[in-house]
């Protein structure tokens, strides 16, 4: 069986399993349509599923997932912005209530942005342009930590990059403004997959602190 056939393999499982037994919580999303109140930014790493990781319900969560978990800053009009058109809907058509940025531990978006980008022969690569929308975490951590390890280092600049992300945010005027009057609210998390936990921003102390 190859991988493509396991998958398939899978939504046979799901279908005759989970579908089955939540058959009319699917139906009343049908019906009803979605009403997420979370909206949710994670990476595109395959280790830190935000549905397994969080238990999450069909309906529960609006996800975006790209690399490295971040949030552009606002540019104006007329770019290709995949992240922010998500969180668009998710704010202004879903209303949710909450976004979470969810950073992890080993992040490689994080890894190529520490340690000098792509392989050589990777021409017109991507990810180095979106890697710098979080350079200023990478600078924040040679200024705090210039002599750690460098796995300290890259363990703290994941951590930066949810913070980032959270003070892009707030550089839309249709989040800033729900920020402000209260009815949406930003948090950053981070996941560690090698240690089984979760950290969340706390925003009076500035660190992040076991969930
Ligand atoms: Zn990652």
Not at 29 to 48: N, T
Not at 66 to 93: K, Q, S
Not at 151 to 163: G, N, P, T
Request: charged share 25%; proline share 5%; aromatic share 8%.
């Amino acid at each position: 069986m190859d991988e493509t056939e396991k998958l398939i393999d899978g939504f046979k499982g799901f279908q005759s399993g989970y579908f089955k037994e939540h058959s009319s919580q699917f139906k009343k999303l049908v019906s009803e349509g979605q009403s997420p109140k979370v909206a949710l930014v994670a990476c595109s790493d395959s280790r830190v599923d935000p549905a397994i990781v969080l238990s999450v319900e069909p309906g529960q969560i609006f996800m975006v997932r790209n690399v490295a978990n971040i949030v552009p800053p606002y540019e104006g009009e007329g770019t290709y912005h995949g992240t922010i058109a998500a969180l668009e809907y998710a704010v202004r058509g879903l209303t949710v209530e909450h976004i979470i940025v969810m950073g992890h531990a080993h992040c490689g978006g994080i890894q190529a942005l520490m340690e000098g980008g792509v392989p050589e022969d990777w021409e017109q690569s991507y990810i180095p342009k979106w890697m710098s929308l979080v350079d200023s975490a990478k600078q924040r951590v040679e200024a705090t930590l210039p002599d750690a390890p460098i796995d300290v280092k890259l363990r703290q600049c994941e951590k930066e990059a949810v913070h980032v992300s959270l003070e892009n945010m707030m550089t839309f005027p249709w989040i800033e403004q729900k920020v402000e009057e209260r009815t949406l609210n930003l948090h950053g998390w981070y996941v560690d997959i090698g240690k089984g936990e979760l950290l969340v921003y706390d925003p009076v102390n500035a660190s992040f602190v076991s969930a």
